[in-house]
């Protein structure tokens, strides 16, 4: 499994557009970007995954530079709801049980 | 609204207790999971259910012992715990065990005396 790289934590203040950054530079073929958001004391929440280029939901999009080797996710006009830990996880879409490695991830403080 | 159901929410146990954490899904999934999220550490995953088979045991000790008596309920029977063991265990299950978004319940909050 590629091993990822995120900033430790991040501040930012209501309404301003949040890019989180992650590294994986020994990214496989076959392997997707997918990034979760966790609140204290509660499970992590799927947020977005993508393979190339970009991807755009209703949260959130992922933005992956031809190369693959990072990724970032951005967080339009944040609130302080969205003060959470943002991690993110690279992996082969197709290994049986599937391991979500997660690490650290980014501590993202919302400030009024 | 995750649709992924944890009991009980906080158990305070000591080492020589025995007790049960129970998760239940309800979205249909082939595939459960349980992780373990110590204070100031990532997520570990313990064991992985597919269709009520253990398709993954990542070295846990014996004395955290998984049981999936169908698709939609598992179980972690606890027996004679540490302290060290004290800390938040969080069940997911997802459509299949190769699917990368898994839905996650909000954890049993466990802290062995």
């Known amino acids: 499994l590629a091993k990822t790289t995120q900033p430790i934590s991040m501040d930012s203040y209501e309404g301003q557009e949040v890019n989180i950054t992650c590294s994986h530079n020994n990214i496989a073929t076959n392997d997707y970007i997918t990034w979760y958001q966790q609140f204290p004391s509660q499970g992590p929440r799927f947020i977005i995954q993508?393979?190339?280029t970009k991807v755009t939901n209703e949260v959130a999009s992922l933005f992956i530079p031809a190369d693959r080797k990072s990724s970032t996710l951005s967080l339009p006009r944040v609130s302080l709801s969205d003060t959470a830990v943002y991690y993110c996880?690279?992996?082969?879409?197709?290994?049986?049980?599937?391991?979500?490695?997660f690490g650290a991830g980014t501590i993202l403080r919302v400030k009024s | 609204e995750t649709g992924v159901t944890q009991t009980p929410r906080h158990l305070v146990m000591g080492m020589t207790n025995k007790k049960s954490l129970k998760c239940e899904q309800h979205l249909g999934h082939n595939a459960m999971y349980w992780y373990k999220q110590s204070a100031k550490k990532p997520l570990e995953l313990m064991f992985v259910y597919s269709l009520e088979e253990r398709v993954e045991n990542n070295s846990v000790p014996s004395r955290f012992s998984p049981e999936c008596p169908n698709s939609s309920h598992l179980f972690l029977h606890l027996h004679t715990l540490q302290p060290e063991d004290s800390a938040l265990y969080l069940c997911?299950?997802?459509?299949?065990?190769?699917?990368?978004?898994?839905?996650f319940g909000p954890g049993t909050r466990l802290t062995v005396t």
């Open positions: 996880l690279v992996g082969d879409k197709e290994e049986y049980g599937n391991k979500l490695v």
């Open positions: 993508g393979y190339k």
């Open positions: 997911a299950s997802s459509q299949d065990p190769g699917a990368r978004e898994q839905y």
